[in-house]
C-alpha cells in the first residue's frame, strides 16, 4: 500500500491558522475513510479527524473540535485539514491514513507534516 503525502504544515502564532493537505495515492482515491492523526514530542500519536465520503460524516477530537474543518476534494485528489484558533498544544507532526483509527490501519505511515504553534 503507498503512503499518502501530507503537507502544509509550519509555524503558526497562536491564533493563527494552517490548512493541512493530505495527497491520496490512486489506491485510496475511491476509499471511503481518511483520518488525520497527530503526534507531539514524548506522546502517544492520536485521532484528529476522519471523514466518511460514503455520507459525508465527519469525527472530530473534542481537542479540536470547533476549530479544525475536515473536507475532501475529490477533483484534486485530496483531503484537507482547515485549522484555526491553533494553540501551543496543537504542535505535533500531523499524517493521514486511509482509517479513522489507528487500531484500523496496518500499513505505512508517511512522513507527516510539522506543525508548531508558537509565539
Known amino acids: 500500500q503507498e503512503r499518502l503525502v501530507e503537507s502544509g504544515g509550519g509555524l503558526a502564532q497562536p491564533g493563527g491558522s494552517l490548512r493541512l493537505s493530505c495527497r491520496l495515492s490512486?489506491?485510496?482515491?475511491?476509499?471511503?475513510?481518511i483520518g488525520w492523526f497527530r503526534q507531539a514530542p514524548g506522546k502517544e500519536r492520536e485521532e484528529v479527524s476522519c471523514?466518511?465520503?460514503?455520507?459525508?460524516?465527519?469525527y472530530y477530537a473534542d481537542s479540536v473540535k470547533g476549530r479544525f474543518t475536515i473536507s475532501r476534494d475529490n477533483a484534486k485528489s485530496t483531503v484537507n485539514l482547515q485549522m484555526n484558533s491553533l494553540k501551543p498544544e496543537d504542535t505535533a507532526v500531523y499524517y493521514c491514513?486511509?482509517?479513522?483509527?489507528?487500531?484500523?490501519?496496518?500499513?505505512?505511515w508517511g512522513q507527516g507534516t510539522q506543525v508548531t504553534v508558537s509565539s
Open positions: 471523514i466518511n465520503s460514503r455520507d459525508g460524516s465527519t
Open positions: 491514513v486511509p482509517a479513522c483509527f489507528e487500531s484500523d490501519y496496518g500499513g505505512p
Open positions: 490512486r489506491f485510496t482515491l475511491n476509499y471511503p475513510l
